[in-house]
């Protein structure tokens, strides 16, 4: 079994800055892809950002791009997910993702693809 947890969310204004961090447990961690989703109330679960197992492979929803960024290290066990210039849109809750398939370059979107998921982190933007 593998545990994920989140932390970083938090409230920030529109403008600023926050790093999402997300630990998964097990020794298996380098051979994860791992992706990020977020949901706003009232809406759907939507994928946000990817990276694969290698770190060689990311893919970004096109609405962040150029503003977050997402990055591993391996060596513990924990991703990461800098967003930059948020947004008020931005706000919602934000989850980490491990999905334990896939090559050197999978970078999975959908939430089906994912086995293991964390609680959530509350990231709210004022305007």
């Known amino acids: 079994q593998v545990q994920v947890v989140e932390s970083g969310g938090g409230l920030v204004q529109a403008g600023g800055s926050l790093r999402l961090s997300c630990v998964a447990s097990?020794?298996?961690?380098?051979?994860?892809?791992m992706g990020w989703f977020r949901q706003a109330p009232g809406k759907e679960r939507e994928f946000v950002a990817a990276?694969?197992?290698?770190?060689?492979?990311?893919l970004y929803t096109d609405s962040v791009k150029g503003r977050f960024t997402i990055s591993r290290d391996n060596a513990k066990n924990t991703v990461y997910l800098q967003m930059n210039n948020l947004k008020p849109e931005d706000t919602a809750v934000y989850y980490c993702a491990a999905a334990n398939s896939g090559g050197l370059n999978y970078t999975p979107v959908r939430p089906d693809e994912y086995a293991y998921w964390g609680q959530g982190t509350q990231v709210t933007v004022s305007s």
């Open positions: 990276i694969s197992w290698s770190g060689g492979a990311t």
């Open positions: 097990g020794r298996t961690f380098s051979r994860y892809a």
